[in-house]
């Protein structure tokens, strides 16, 4: 599963949620919120968030396994 992780430069929340995702290996692509129009405004206060920017989204505070949950990584059999 790829998501986005939005976030921006020397934030260290977004920092320990790229780790998160790393730990998990999910594939991810960071988008720094001040390149995006509106992103301040979108997410300035809720960084980081994992998700799409169109779709569902996790935002901080969020654990490891919240993070498990979101990205579907449950075995529910």
Do not use: Y
């Not at 920092?15 to 720094?32: C, K, N, P, R, S």
């Not at 799409?52 to 993070?67: I, K, T």
């Amino acid at each position: 599963m790829a998501l986005t992780l939005f976030g921006t430069s020397g934030c260290h929340l977004c920092d320990e949620a790229q780790e998160m995702l790393l730990t998990l290996g999910v594939e991810h692509t960071l988008i720094d919120i001040v390149d995006l129009p509106e992103g301040l405004i979108l997410f300035g206060t809720r960084i980081p968030v994992v998700g799409a920017l169109n779709g569902p989204q996790l935002d901080w505070p969020f654990s490891l396994l919240d993070l498990i949950v979101f990205c579907g990584l449950t075995n529910t059999e």
